[in-house]
């Protein structure tokens, strides 16, 4: 998961970008634009709280923060979930054969299940050619 993915299917800019593993904790962020600007952003963090438990805690645009205990981790995937949160109840990142990563966040809503698919492909993190520069 380390490092710059671009949102297949958004607008450019649209990005999911995660440190380095250090200090027990993974720092991530997200952002999707849509006609030039931002519509949505979240700050995320996978800790490791000790007593084996890592967990992904979650600070969406407008939305107070959520915490996801890991329940399933591989070489390739892993899957954070939290049965009481409204929506998502479950994270899900799986790195696929081709290289790319596959997001995905499932739940109920109004007991109906509901799934969201967020392809990502490997980008540069390296902004020197942004055209918005501050």
């Known amino acids: 998961m380390t490092g710059c993915w671009a949102l297949v299917g958004q607008d450019e800019g649209s990005i999911e970008q995660w440190s380095r593993p250090a200090g027990a904790t993974m ?15 979240e700050y ?7 007593n084996d438990v890592i967990a992904l805690i979650a600070s969406p645009s407008g939305q107070e923060t959520a915490r996801f205990e890991m329940k399933e981790v ?7 979930e939290n049965p009481e949160h409204d929506f998502p109840q479950r994270i899900i990142y799986q790195l696929d054969d081709d290289g790319n990563l596959a997001g995905r966040i499932e739940g109920l809503v109004n007991e109906a299940a509901h799934a969201a698919d967020f392809p990502m492909i490997r980008a540069s993190c390296d902004d020197s050619g942004a055209e ?3």
């Open 27 to 41: 720092l991530g962020f997200s952002r999707i634009v849509s006609g030039g600007k931002t519509v949505a952003f």
């Open 44 to 50: 995320l963090r996978i800790v490791d709280e000790g």
């Open 74 to 80: 591989t070489m390739r995937k892993v899957v954070f």
């Open 132 to 134: 918005d520069q501050y």
